[in-house]
């Protein structure tokens, strides 16, 4: 995985034998890139080459830092 979109700067996420792996600790907006390899009893083959990248979602944002005012309402200004 590489986790600034830059090919070359992969790590390892997963060694194991399953076919799918949650991959967790990835931060919200960043671009993620990800190869992977199949390793059997003749040894490792290549690496794939780059996946498609994946994006995180977006953090949500935080509570307000203040309580909201609220703004009142008459006739008046809904006939402007």
Known sequence: MSNDGRPGTFQRVYTGELRTAEVTGLMPGRCYLFKVRAINAAGPGP?????????????????????????????????R
Request: charged content about 5%; proline content about 21%; cysteine-free.
């Open 47 to 79: 690496f794939s080459a780059p996946l498609t990248p994946a994006k995180t979602a977006a953090a949500a944002p935080g509570p307000p830092a203040s309580s909201p005012s609220p703004t009142v309402v008459g006739r008046s200004s809904l006939n």
